[in-house]
Structure formats: structure tokens, C-alpha cells
């Protein structure tokens, strides 16, 4: 099956910094998405973004799907970016999402 | 807007005790379903998916079952809980197209479940 690698696998910043996160993949996907998952364990969506470049606030994506990779920019981080950060796909003839391990950041003041 | 419910928020069960965990799409209609474990320190691994009532798809063998009474409601259940069944449950929502995960997934607030 597909494969997702995550790196860095952790990251520790101070507040203001800006990071990139970045998601490998072994074969060509329909579905990639971005998560935050906090510290109660909720996923957020932060993007749907299979292809392309997506921003939103101080966030932002890009998927080069030809190369297999995607990044996720955070800039002036804050402490409340703090969690993992998870990016999943879903693979051509699949059924749904397969998750990296993730990055977990941790922003400090 | 669709909004995604679990309950419980969490569980401690003994070992050989019975399970079921549920979850309830409000605010669409035949959602695509499903149910990912997440274990402590790793990614989320998908158990079951459901593209309609009565119809679940497993991709991990194992002590767990799922069911799909209604369109908006997907159940987790076991007869005889193990140590290795502890973990963070979570269930999503998708579009229902043709039964593919090609639209965006929505996870809810998750179920801990500790078996002792």
C-alpha cells in the first residue's frame, strides 16, 4: 500500500518562528489533507489540498503531486500551533486516508 | 453545517467486558463513515468504512465489529474487550462518492477507551 513519511518527526520553536512541515508519498493520490490535532485529540482540518497551493491566516500548503511531496508552512508561530500535525492520503484505487506518524511541534513564549 | 458526534468521551472497561461506542452525523445525507484507532504515540490506522446502511468494509482483522443501523449513525462494538483494544477511537464523515475516499474527511471529538 501507499506510504506516508513525515519529517521532521518533532520540531521546538519560539513563538514568532516560522516552520516547514513536510509529507512524502509513495504513489499518486486523489486525497491529501492536513490535520492539527490538539491536545484533547480533536483533528482539525487545516487543508484539503491534493494538488496545488492553498493559504489560509498565517498557514499555508502546497502539494506537488508529480513529486510526491507536500509542505505546510506555519509563520509567526504561536503557542497554541502547539500539537502533531498529521497529513493523510488516499491513494488511487483506495478507500480511505492513510496517515504519516506525524510532527509533533511545540511552540514556547 | 454538518456537525459529527461521539459518545462516550471516554471508557474504562475490564478486560472480557462488552463494547460499543457510537457515532452520529448530523446536517448530510448518505455520508461515507468511518472508523479510525489511534494508539498511544502513533497515527491514526482506519478499522471499518461505510458507504451505506448495512454495508461495512473491514481492513484490519480483529476483536472489534461495526454496524450501520441508519445513514447518520456508525457503531462499534465488541463482544470480549482485550488489552490491546485500549486506544483513541475516532469516527469521520465524507461525501458519499461512489464509496472513495475523494472528498474531504471530518473527524469527530474521539472516544479514549482504557481496558484494564
Known amino acids: 500500500g501507499i506510504q506516508v513519511e513525515q519529517s521532521p518527526p518533532d520540531l521546538i520553536l519560539q513563538e514568532g518562528a516560522n516552520s516547514t512541515l513536510r509529507c512524502n508519498f509513495s504513489?499518486?493520490?486523489?486525497?491529501l489533507q492536513w490535520f492539527h490535532q490538539n491536545p484533547w485529540g480533536q483533528l482539525i482540518n487545516l487543508f484539503y489540498?491534493?494538488?496545488g497551493t492553498k493559504q489560509n491566516g498565517r498557514l499555508s500548503a502546497t502539494t506537488v503531486a508529480t513529486e510526491r511531496y507536500s509542505l505546510l508552512y506555519i509563520s509567526s508561530s504561536q503557542t497554541t500551533d502547539s500539537g502533531v500535525y498529521f497529513c493523510a492520503v488516499e491513494g488511487i484505487e483506495g478507500t480511505a486516508l492513510i496517515f504519516g506518524k506525524g510532527t509533533t511541534l511545540s511552540v514556547s513564549s | 453545517s454538518q456537525t459529527i458526534h461521539q459518545w462516550p468521551a471516554t471508557l474504562v472497561q475490564p478486560v472480557g467486558s462488552p463494547l460499543s461506542l457510537e457515532c452520529t452525523v448530523e446536517?448530510?445525507?448518505?455520508?461515507?463513515l468511518y472508523w479510525y484507532r489511534q494508539a498511544a504515540g502513533r497515527g491514526l490506522q482506519l478499522l471499518f468504512y461505510s458507504v451505506g446502511i448495512g454495508q461495512i468494509s473491514s481492513e484490519v482483522p480483529q476483536n472489534l465489529s461495526a454496524s450501520r443501523p441508519q445513514d447518520r449513525q456508525f457503531i462499534l462494538s465488541s463482544k470480549k474487550l482485550l488489552l490491546s483494544d485500549s486506544g483513541f477511537y475516532l469516527c469521520?464523515?465524507?461525501?458519499?462518492?461512489?464509496?472513495?475516499?475523494?472528498?474531504?474527511?471530518?473527524f469527530g471529538p474521539g472516544t479514549r477507551l482504557t481496558v484494564l
Open positions: 469521520a464523515w465524507s461525501v458519499g462518492t461512489s464509496g472513495r475516499a475523494l472528498d474531504e474527511q471530518f
Open positions: 489540498i491534493p494538488s
Open positions: 504513489d499518486s493520490v486523489n486525497n
Open positions: 446536517g448530510t445525507s448518505n455520508p461515507n
